[in-house]
């Protein structure tokens, strides 16, 4: 069965440390990985997707299929990046099609 | 170009009462879906839609339902409101599948007395 786990609810830091949000999943197969970000109150918003191996806003994540997990880091955090995030997996057809699943996010506080 | 839209914005209903959350994108994309999101659950998919007249549940369609007659608008029926029906709805689409990612709308703030 597909799964996405974030185990952390809650994830505080000061700004300028580095952050790194836990994300794995599981899937039997080639999974399509995003991370969306929800500033307060606002529509969620694609920050990044496995496939393109971009930095937006200083945040990366690598795929590691060995480990099925997907994580996303930023080596300085910076009031700003306070919001909610997402983790994402889209299967690639079946029953999977059109589906996409998430974890139960991860809450960042960063501390001036 | 709007994106995805969300109408209305916000919503009291009494139990018992039926609505219609509206959706429409303008990007002519393929997938469109609709989730609910609760504190400590994240996002769950209620229904979802492949392209215009394919319509298929997710993890928590009871209580809703859909049509997609048109490749834009992806209206959310509710058939008799629920105090657990209060939650904020999204609703969200994507070119296909691949790499492309979901659009999301600005949310519906339901709730439900």
């Known amino acids: 069965a597909q799964r996405v786990t974030q185990p952390e609810k809650l994830l505080s830091v000061f700004k300028g440390a580095p952050v790194e949000l836990k994300c794995n999943y599981s899937?039997?197969?080639?999974?399509?990985l995003f991370w969306y970000v929800q500033y307060s109150r606002q529509r969620l918003q694609l920050l990044l997707r496995h496939i393109s191996r971009e930095s937006i806003k200083g945040f990366t994540a690598d795929l590691n299929k060995g480990e099925t997990s997907f994580h996303l880091k930023k080596p300085f955090a910076q009031e700003e990046d306070s919001a909610m995030y997402y983790c994402?997996?889209?299967?690639?057809?079946?029953?999977?099609?059109?589906?996409?699943?998430f974890g139960r996010g991860t809450q960042l506080t960063v501390w001036p | 170009n709007a994106g995805v839209t969300q109408t209305p914005k916000f919503q009291v209903l009494k139990t018992g009462q039926s609505m219609t959350l509206q959706c429409a994108q303008d990007m002519n994309h393929e997938y469109m879906s609709w989730y609910r999101q609760d504190p400590g659950m994240g996002l769950r998919l209620i229904h979802y839609?492949?392209?215009?007249?394919?319509?298929d549940q997710g993890e928590v369609p009871n209580g809703y339902n859909v049509s997609r007659s048109t490749t834009e608008d992806f209206p959310l029926r509710l058939l008799s409101a629920a105090p657990s029906q209060t939650s904020v709805y999204f609703c969200?689409?994507?070119?296909?599948?691949?790499?492309?990612?979901?659009?999301f709308g600005s949310g519906t703030r339901l709730t439900v007395v």
């Open positions: 839609s492949v392209g215009a007249g394919i319509t």
């Open positions: 899937y039997s197969g080639s999974p399509e």
């Open positions: 994402a997996l889209s299967g690639r057809g079946g029953s999977t099609l059109g589906r996409l699943y």
């Open positions: 969200a689409s994507s070119h296909g599948e691949g790499d492309y990612g979901y659009t």
